[in-house]
């Protein structure tokens, strides 16, 4: 007797870790591009996971609330069906990380960017090794990213004043499809991270917060 009880309490562990491994292996994760040439890459870690949770708690995806940093000169990229870059000031691409790059847009995968303030010209130039025969397009206030699960009537919002200029939206596409998102002068992300980081306002907060669910379900429904 005591030995099945034994036995029926180890079956159960078991299956219990194969479910868990099971759902971890499903969940969306998102991980956030590591990038050489001064720039702050690792700024705001908490970002990614308050994004998460939000999203956790407001829809049916299933995430995972982690932050994870990915360098793009590996594989690993191909693990992340969305990254996600951000900063101030300068990065370069390596023409191993380019490569990678390109490879993994190709290929279904999304990029989010989000101009912290003073990223514009650089992402501008090293985008332009991804794909060079492009620029980037602003979107439409009709594009589906603003309507994907909230609805954004005038495009991407305005989290934090920068040079007291009008947010917005910009894609890269590959056959038809965009496959890399930027926002500039809007800065979502930084609504993303703990409360105490930026002292934003929690309506701001709010925003940034549903601007980035919009983000994600729609790259993961496109």
Not at 11 to 40: C, E, H, M, P, W
Request: with cysteine; glycine share 8%.
């Amino acid at each position: 007797m005591l030995y099945n009880i034994v036995l029926l309490f180890s079956v159960f562990a078991i299956l219990t870790n194969a479910l868990q491994s099971q759902t971890s292996k499903n969940a969306i994760k998102l991980g956030r591009v590591k990038y050489s040439g001064g720039g702050d890459w690792y700024n705001d870690p908490s970002s990614e996971v308050n994004l998460l949770k939000f999203i956790k708690a407001n829809t049916n995806i299933d995430v995972d609330p982690k932050y994870e940093f990915v360098d793009l000169s590996t594989d690993n990229i191909f693990q992340y069906p969305i990254l996600f870059l951000t900063g101030h000031g300068n990065l370069k691409f390596s023409t191993q990380e380019a490569r990678k790059l390109r490879a993994y847009l190709e290929n279904g995968g999304f990029l989010y960017i989000d101009d912290d303030y003073g990223l514009d010209k650089y992402i501008r130039r090293e985008m332009k090794k991804i794909f060079p025969n492009q620029e980037f397009a602003e979107l439409p206030f009709s594009h589906g990213i603003y309507h994907s699960h909230y609805d954004f009537e005038y495009g991407p919002p305005k989290i934090h004043e920068h040079d007291d200029r009008v947010p917005q939206g910009f894609g890269l596409f590959h056959r038809g499809r965009m496959c890399v998102f930027y926002t500039f002068e809007s800065n979502p992300a930084d609504g993303w991270a703990d409360p105490d980081v930026h002292s934003d306002l929690p309506v701001k907060r709010e925003e940034a917060l549903k601007m980035g669910t919009n983000i994600i379900v729609w790259a993961l429904s496109n």
